[in-house]
């Protein structure tokens, strides 16, 4: 039952971030067909900003934030204390742990990407001047690179937990006096 629920958990963390990178790329499509129209000076501003690509952004960004927040605090974080549990840790620990580290990675570069490009579609003139060329296309692709590196973090996390219980188990004292 265990693994099952874990595979359904890693399987909507690719669906989600998947879908956070098509709203990315639909944003991006979305910016592209309204700079095309005449360009209607809004408040003073420049540029034609789009409300379907703002609103596909929020949606974007809300996504991924979910999807981010859920894995790491389903998966957990195997972290090492000292030099000695470096040393011993075992293969799925090292994999969480460099995961962890990337989907931050790929967490912050398409959440600014995503966020960038949606704040320049926003009405408001305090954004009028920032330029939001590929913005959206670039934390659509982050969003899908997320899913992938989110979900292996996910999965090697629970396999990283399993083993240090199993290793507490063959451990314990009470266990070996049974045995």
């Known amino acids: 039952m265990e693994s099952e629920l874990s595979f359904l958990i890693s399987v909507l963390i690719i669906c989600a971030d998947i879908s956070a990178g098509v709203l990315g790329i639909e944003a991006e499509i979305d910016q592209r067909k309204q700079q095309h129209y005449p360009n209607h000076q809004q408040h003073g501003c420049r540029r034609n900003p789009s409300s379907g690509a703002f609103s596909e952004g929020v949606a974007a960004i809300v996504l ?8 790491n605090v389903l998966g957990g974080y195997a972290y090492n204390r000292s030099k000695q549990d470096i040393k011993r840790a075992t293969a799925n620990k090292i994999l969480a742990v460099a995961f962890f580290v990337i989907s931050w990675i790929f967490f912050a570069v398409s959440y600014s990407t995503l966020m960038v490009g949606t704040l320049a579609n926003s009405r408001s003139n305090r954004y009028c001047s920032l330029r939001s060329r590929w913005l959206f296309l670039i ?3 982050f969003c899908l ?13 629970l396999a990283a937990s399993k083993e240090d219980k199993e290793n507490v188990q063959q451990e314990d004292p009470a266990n070996r006096r049974g045995a």
């Open 139 to 141: 934390g659509g692709i």
């Open 145 to 157: 690179g997320h899913g992938l590196v989110t979900s292996a973090f996910y999965v090697s996390a």
């Open 64 to 71: 991924l934030s979910i999807v981010h927040v859920t894995a």
